[in-house]
Every structure is written in structure tokens, then in C-alpha cells.
């Protein structure tokens, strides 16, 4: 938030930057162009809500921004060189980092202070069954308003779709066992353990580095 100019003389314009080699740089599309203010919520509010005569305004200005991966990322932010992040199942796959807003107004520009984007945390849901491990693993986005999937809401659970999981079983003895484990639905996977060792806590780790974990019932 910012005190800025009155929307009669013009309109900021906001930018997202990511801090790279100790700079930060504009983020883009792999089309080079930048990502901007339709990525985010800009809201003026004036202070007092309403005119009176000649009496001056205090011209408040908001950004709002759910940190999902925009489409047409650059490949290079994914896993494997030359994806893009087209698809719904890859928005929780906005690369980590320190982050910024640069705003541009009338007759100013100012930065805002740096923020961090880290890993989210999966609902992972756990259970035996006919000797694997079969695991669920959701976001809970409560306050979404960018798109996040074709079907039901976006303010509630929504099964991690970006696998193969990482799936580590840790024993109460022994080493832990790691699967690469496809994904037979979305957020849902399947493993067989090796060992039979009691399982005492399950790891699931998305392609992105998302992660919750569960214990058996």
C-alpha cells in the first residue's frame, strides 16, 4: 500500500520483479513481455471516501497478488528445460525466491519492500491398502480469486495435480524408503514398500518442491 496521485491526473502502473544474482529483474513471459498489473488486484480508495468542496485527498493504492505462476512462464523456471506453465495443474509452481513490486506513478516510481516466496504446504492424507501405501495430497487456497481449475471451487480443497510425487517412508527403524510415484488421479498416488518395518510418518513432495506429510491410521 501507498500514498499516491489522484486517479484525475493518472494511474500507476505496478510490475512484479524477482531477485536474480543479487538484482532484481523484471519477471516475464517466455514472449519477453512483462507481468503487470493484470496479474494483480490494484484498488485506489481515497480518504475521505467522498469529496467536500476544495478539501484535498489522500489517494491510498493497493496491490493484491495470489503468488501462482503466471502462463507463458519461461521453460527455463521449470524442472525440465522448455516446459512452459500452461496448464492449471503447474500454478503452484511459481519458482522460489525474494520478490517485489515496482511501481511507476505520475511523476515517481518506488519499490516495495522484498518478500519471500516459499514452498506451500500440502494436506496429505495417508492408508494402507492391500499392501501399499495409497496417499492424497490437496492445497487448501481459502481466499483464491485466479483461476485454479475448470470445475468447483477454487476456495476450497484442491488435489495437487503437478507428479510425480516424491513419496518417503520413515520407519521407526531402518532408513526411510523414497518412491518416484506417479500420479493414478489427480493427488492421488500409489507405492509398495519394501520393507516391513512399521511406518511411522509419510512424506509427499510435489514436482515442485510443495510438500505435507501424514501418518497412518
Given at each position: ?25 523484471p519477471?516475464t513471459?517466455r514472449?519477453?513481455?512483462e ?14 471516501l ?12 493497493t496491490?493484491e497478488w495470489?503468488?501462482?505462476?503466471v ?24 519458482p522460489?525466491?525474494?520478490y517485489?513490486?515496482h ?6 516510481t ?27 495430497a ?9 483461476l ?9 480443497r484442491?488435489?495437487?495435480e503437478?507428479?510425480?510425487?516424491t ?14 510415484a ?19 510418518r509419510?512424506?509427499?513432495?510435489d ?11
Open positions: 500500500m501507498w500514498i499516491g496521485e489522484d486517479p484525475l491526473s493518472g494511474t500507476p502502473r505496478a510490475r512484479l520483479e524477482r531477485e536474480v544474482g543479487g538484482a532484481f529483474v519477471v513471459r514472449s519477453g513481455r507481468v503487470t498489473d493484470l496479474d494483480f488486484l490494484v484498488v485506489w480508495t481515497p480518504q475521505p467522498r469529496r467536500v468542496g476544495a478539501e484535498p485527498l489522500t489517494n491510498y493504492w496491490i495470489q503468488a501462482l505462476d502462463f507463458g512462464a519461461p521453460g527455463a523456471t521449470m524442472p525440465t528445460p522448455g516446459e512452459g506453465l500452461d496448464v492449471l495443474a503447474d500454478r503452484a509452481g511459481l522460489l525466491g525474494r517485489r513490486f511501481v511507476e506513478g505520475t511523476g515517481y518506488l519499490d516495495s519492500a522484498p518478500f519471500e516466496v516459499v514452498a506451500g504446504t500440502l494436506g496429505v492424507g495417508a492408508r494402507s491398502e492391500g499392501g501399499d501405501v495409497v496417499v492424497d490437496s492445497f487448501e487456497p481459502r481466499e483464491g480469486w485466479r485454479l481449475r475448470m470445475e468447483g471451487n477454487v476456495n476450497r484442491l488435489p495437487a503437478a507428479g510425480p510425487f513419496v518417503v517412508l520413515e520407519h521407526g527403524a531402518g532408513a526411510p524408503e523414497t518412491f518416484t506417479p500420479l493414478a488421479a489427480p493427488g492421488n498416488a500409489r507405492v509398495t514398500p519394501a520393507s516391513s518395518e512399521p511406518i511411522t509419510v512424506v509427499v513432495r514436482r515442485f518442491g510443495n510438500e505435507g506429510s501424514a501418518t497412518l491410521p
